[in-house]
Each structure stands twice: as C-alpha cells, then as structure tokens.
C-alpha cells in the first residue's frame, strides 16, 4: 500500500528547510556529506547530526501510524 509513503512525503515536507536539502542532497542526489556541507557553507559534523535527526524523526513518525 502507499500509506507509509504518503507518510513519509508529507513529513518531509515539513521539516524545516535546511533539514529537507540536506536529506534530499543525501538521499536522492545521493551526495557525500563533505559535498553537501560545503554546497551549503556548514560543517561536515553540522550534516551529520541533521540527517540522524532527520532520520531518528522520520522513522518515529512512520512507525506510529
């Protein structure tokens, strides 16, 4: 069924936007995160703990429904 996909698109649409580039240069641009951190002038590290945070979320908000 397409329910957690539904789900999945519409959390990613409200997170806030830096949170969205960062998944979705990682994920769907499939880009290291150096290239990511430097495209968006932060750091590495700042990359990382967006996409655990992101991904800690999304998986939250998945397995609820």
Known sequence: TLFPYTTLF????RLPE????????????????AAIATELSIS???????????????RGEIKKK
């Open 10 to 13: 519409r959390s990613i649409s």
């Open 18 to 33: 830096q949170s969205r580039k960062v998944l979705l240069m990682s994920y769907w641009e499939n880009k290291k995160n």
């Open 44 to 58: 590495v590290r700042t990359v990382e703990t967006i996409l655990y945070k992101v991904v800690k979320k999304l």
